[in-house]
């Protein structure tokens, strides 16, 4: 089994930035990709960013945070990150950290491994 406790949420600004950050327990994140999703109120649950488990580390983003996101892995301390930068009103959401093995998806029910979310609120 996989554990993922994700923090680093908050209230921020428009234009400012976050970290979040995941913690990968249970086993080693050795061979797991890693996803970052978010679901705002009333939404569905969407792809915001993913990177694959390879010594290239081959990220993937959603068109709305190409360029402003940048998610990251740590293998040695097992955390996976995510640099969250001009942020909008639009992107306030709960933020899920999500595991599969080996390549990221941009589909939820791919994903066996969930974080409980943490919460980011941009305010314009």
């Known amino acids: 089994q996989v554990q993922l406790v994700e923090s680093g949420g908050g209230l921020v600004q428009a234009g400012g930035s976050l970290r979040l950050s995941c913690a990968v327990s249970g086993r080693s994140s050795s061979g797991y990709a890693m996803g970052w999703f978010r679901q705002a109120p009333g939404k569905e649950r969407e792809f915001v960013a993913g990177i694959n488990w390879s010594i290239s580390s081959t990220t993937a983003y959603a068109d709305s945070v190409k360029g402003r996101f940048t998610i990251s892995r740590d293998n040695a301390k097992n955390t996976v990150s995510l640099q969250m930068n001009s942020l909008k009103p639009e992107d306030t959401a709960v933020y899920y950290c999500?595991?599969?093995?080996?390549?990221?998806?941009?589909?939820?029910?791919?994903?066996?491994?969930w974080g409980q979310g943490t919460q980011v609120t941009v305010s314009s």
């Open positions: 999500a595991a599969r093995w080996l390549q990221s998806s941009t589909s939820t029910n791919e994903y066996p491994y």
